[in-house]
């Protein structure tokens, strides 16, 4: 998992500095956790994220945002509540989620929004 600041968003997720419509960068899915360190719910959020990165390992990437040191991202995302989860899809636009969800919801999103399936085990 990955943390972002600023200026790899803007190239690795979307650069809108640059671009007024909707433009993903990356080379596949991705979700974007916006958090902060005192946020009890983003804590629970946290494990779950890094069981999924490895999970979906090389199908989607997984992104992390302070949003007390990333405050200009989280204002241009208009986060109010964290945790407040991305799902952005390879096509089509982005999908937020607000607060800690389970891990059965957020593989859901990650099957329906972002159209990536997990490999049988």
């Known amino acids: ?26 080379d596949i899915p991705c979700i974007i956790d916006f958090y902060a360190d005192w946020c009890g719910p983003c804590k629970q959020v946290a494990p779950i994220l890094e069981e999924l990165s490895e999970e979906y390992k090389g199908k989607i990437n997984i992104y992390k945002i302070d949003t007390e040191a990333e405050q200009e991202l989280a204002a241009a995302f208009g986060i109010r509540s964290i945790p407040s989860i991305l799902f952005v ?21 990650i099957s329906e929004v972002l159209q990536v399936e997990k490999e049988a085990a």
């Open 1 to 26: 998992m990955e943390h972002l600041t600023k200026q790899t968003f803007l190239e690795k997720v979307f650069n809108f500095e640059e671009n007024k419509e909707w433009k993903f960068e990356g």
């Open 89 to 109: 899809p390879q096509e089509e636009k982005p999908q937020m989620a607000m607060g800690a969800l389970p891990k059965e919801t957020l593989e859901q999103a």
